[in-house]
């Protein structure tokens, strides 16, 4: 079931492996110091940003109305009991044609 | 034997209350790891019958190589847990180890017995004992989550002990091997088994009984989260799958499994990725992997079972590494919203290290061990339907996106948090210990498929288990 699986895993951690020494000896070679980074004044003003979690993919979310499926949870139990029955007829029905 | 670990963790469930010593609870759960690993390695199937009443008519314990493989996954989890709580868990420390040991018998009567009423009592020692633990807090949020829990787990409680019921009074025996040679295919079995799949679908979470597990993981403390998703879901998966082979031993009903599955797993995806509260997410990626699990065991092949029992057997791992992993991150800084946290993997780098082989783990990125089941899942629903397949493939690529979402608003960026406190070595060690074992069996998943294989054996030949209970084929 897993043959040629170690090749597979062995080439992958390589990678990842010579990835990660070819990132450290590139850093290790060329540190700017806060003076170089002034050398060019005409560029954007960069920020660090960080995105919060409510953007994160909330195009995609609105795009396929994602929110519809977050209305049904509604965190009432009573609409719980209700699914729950539902649930069960359906599984029940299901299991009496399949 | 398997008397004495049972006598030994209800000594413990009540010792450490009295002495109030957590210790004692640590040992016993851990004594009964090492008393079912050791188990796990004789040849044959073990069968105990209680008060010298042979079966069909007392109770037996049957030690088969499923019921073993859940038990030491079970017990394995159950010694992490404990070692974490130790400074986890602050006030009444002592009554939430009586529960734990509670909760460990619960889980291990599940796996073990032979006779389904008793299933149907451990079911329900375990799920009282997991009502209180998710009220454990005794907060508003937690108060209100355990009686959504209990509410919910009664109802379907019900639906099971009619079930059992119904199938008792139609074959004249609790005895699951029994049972299995007195079931015909005729409607009304057909219909008991649609009330038993229903009552068990809400521990295994499926859509639609899934809404319980986002409300109750955000409420209880999170080593009782890990537990919730991994041991507990999987008990839930354990039941529907044992009495869907062992006892009813039909094939024609895992379309159903399939559709179910489907369902389960792209909802619990889509909501995961909406989500914001850490916990909450966590529990629609529980309700999404279970998803990823139903489908494979509907295929009904040998590969098919033995990728879903990979697949609960790693997502058993993978749910229980991020909950304790994100419960460190919480211990610090006592918050679950993603908009207030960031910047920590440089104040927690092993932390970090642990939760991202948790997500990209259940995410399926090799070499992590999410992947080797999730190959293995690919592979048995290819020969079936490439339709499932791409689905599948597609839900592993929303897991990413959302994992990524969490790991970056986590970790990454700017840090608001001073973190004083020094994490204690038994939170650390613990998931450190889960970290290792996903990177070892995503390496060589050989290791793991040495105790799926023959669990699988188990559930493809029905007829086995019934001649070493009964003695006949």
């Given at each position: 079931m897993f043959e040629g699986w170690t090749l597979f895993v062995g080439c992958f951690v390589g990678f990842i492996l010579l990835g990660l020494m070819i990132y450290l000896l590139g850093n290790r070679s060329f540190r700017p110091d806060g003076k170089k980074d002034e050398t060019?004044?005409?560029?954007e003003n960069l920020q660090k940003n960080s995105v919060t979690s409510d953007n994160f993919y909330q195009a995609i979310i609105d795009s396929f109305g994602l929110n519809k499926l977050r209305d049904i949870h509604t965190g009432k139990l009573s609409d719980y009991v209700i699914w729950m029955i539902v649930g069960v007829v359906i599984i029940v029905m299901m299991v009496l044609v399949i | 034997m398997i008397t004495i670990v049972l006598s030994v963790l209800f000594l413990a469930a009540f010792l450490v209350l009295v002495l109030k010593r957590d210790i004692i609870a640590i040992s016993a759960i851990i004594f009964s790891f090492i008393f079912f690993l050791l188990a796990y390695f004789s040849p044959d199937i073990m069968m105990f019958a209680f008060s010298g009443w042979s079966p069909p008519f007392g109770i037996v314990w049957v030690l088969d190589k499923l019921g073993l493989f859940m038990a030491i996954m079970i017990t394995g989890i159950m010694s992490l847990t404990a070692v974490y709580s130790v400074k986890y868990v602050k006030e009444r420390k002592h009554r939430y180890y009586t529960l734990i040991c509670l909760l460990t018998i619960g889980l291990i009567g599940i796996s073990l017995t032979g006779d389904i009423f008793n299933m149907y009592v451990f079911f329900e020692l375990m799920s009282v004992a997991s009502y209180a633990l998710v009220a454990f807090l005794l907060n508003k949020e937690s108060t209100e989550a355990a009686l959504k829990y209990l509410i919910t787990g009664s109802l379907s409680s019900s639906f099971l002990l009619v079930g059992i019921a119904m199938l008792y009074g139609l074959t004249g025996t609790l005895n699951m091997a029994d049972m299995a040679l007195k079931i015909s295919g005729g409607p009304v079995f057909m219909i008991v088994l649609g009330l038993i799949l229903g009552g068990l679908s809400l521990k295994s979470a499926i859509v639609p009984f899934h809404f319980w597990l986002p409300d109750v993981h955000p409420a209880a403390p999170s080593p009782v989260s890990a537990l919730l998703s991994s041991v507990i879901i999987g008990s839930g998966v354990y039941m529907t799958i044992r009495i869907i082979f062992t006892v009813f031993g039909i094939m024609s009903i895992f379309w159903m499994l399939i559709i179910l599955g489907l369902i389960t797993m792209v909802v619990g995806g889509l909501m995961a990725i909406m989500q914001k509260d850490v916990k909450r997410l966590l529990a629609y990626s529980t309700v999404s992997q279970v998803g990823y699990i139903f489908i494979a065991i509907g295929m009904g092949t040998p590969a098919g079972v033995t990728a879903g029992l990979f697949h609960l057997f790693n997502n058993i791992l993978l749910k229980c590494l991020l909950f304790l992993s994100f419960g460190i991150i919480l211990w610090h800084t006592g918050t679950r919203d993603l908009n207030k946290l960031g910047g920590l993997g440089k104040r927690m780098p092993w932390v970090a290290f642990c939760f991202g082989i948790g997500a990209l783990g259940t995410a399926g990125i090799p070499p992590l061990n999410g992947f080797a089941s999730k190959w293995l899942i690919y592979l048995a629903t290819w020969e079936v339907s490439p339709i499932i397949t791409s689905i599948a493939i597609i839900v592993s690529a929303i897991t990413l996106a959302y994992y990524l979402k969490v790991f970056s608003c986590i970790f990454m960026g700017p840090s608001t948090f001073k973190i004083v406190k020094k994490t204690p070595k038994t939170m650390l060690i613990p998931i450190i210990i889960l970290a290792i074992i996903c990177i070892i069996i995503g390496i060589l998943p050989q290791i793991g498929m040495m105790f799926v294989e023959p669990a699988t054996n188990v559930l493809l030949e029905q007829g086995q288990y019934i001649n070493a209970v009964l003695g006949v084929g």
């Open positions: 060019y004044t005409c560029g | -």
